[in-house]
C-alpha cells in the first residue's frame, strides 16, 4: 500500500468518524438511540445495522451523512473494502532477528517446536535496581 493511499485512508477515516458522531447525535436526540462510535470503525456489520436504522427515520440530514458514510466505508475504495496495511517491514525484520537470535527461526520460518518454546518461555523478570542502575536518574554522569 503506497503512502498516498494510507494517507487517504487516513483523511477518510477522520472524516468518517466526524460524520458518526454527526449521526450519533441527531440519532440521540429523535430516537433516544446512542451509538458506539468506535464500535461502527471496526465492525462493518454493527456499522451496516446503524446506517440502516438511521436511513428509516424522515431525515434528510441523516440520509446525506449516511450516504457519505457508505461511500467511505462500503464504497469501491472503502475503509472496509480495503485490505488494512501489512506489518511495517522494520517490524518483521525486528521479529526475524529476535528468532535468529534464540535459535527459533528454520529457514525462513518458525517451525511448530519453536511457537511451542516461546507459549512457554517465562517473562523476563525485571530487576527494578538493574533498571535504575541504567538509567542518569539518580546518579551522577
Not at 20 to 36: E, F, K, S
Not at 91 to 113: E, I, P
Amino acid at each position: 500500500m503506497s503512502t498516498s493511499s494510507l494517507i487517504q485512508n487516513a483523511m477518510s477515516d477522520n472524516l468518517a468518524f466526524s460524520l458518526m458522531a454527526r449521526l450519533h447525535v441527531i440519532l440521540r436526540r429523535q430516537n433516544g438511540r446512542v451509538t458506539d462510535i468506535e464500535y461502527m470503525r471496526v465492525n462493518p456489520g454493527y456499522c451496516r445495522a446503524i446506517l440502516d436504522l438511521a436511513l428509516e427515520l424522515p431525515n434528510q440530514d441523516l440520509h446525506d451523512i449516511c450516504q457519505k458514510l457508505d461511500e467511505i466505508y462500503f464504497g469501491e475504495d472503502g475503509l472496509f473494502v480495503t485490505p488494512p496495511p501489512s506489518d511495517p517491514v522494520i517490524n518483521r525484520l525486528v521479529a526475524r532477528k529476535q528468532a535468529s537470535k534464540t535459535g527459533l527461526l528454520v529457514g525462513s520460518r518458525l517451525d511448530d517446536g519453536a511457537m511451542a518454546n516461546i507459549a512457554t518461555m517465562p517473562a523476563p523478570v525485571l530487576d527494578h535496581n538493574a533498571m535504575v542502575d541504567q538509567t542518569y536518574i539518580g546518579r551522577l554522569r
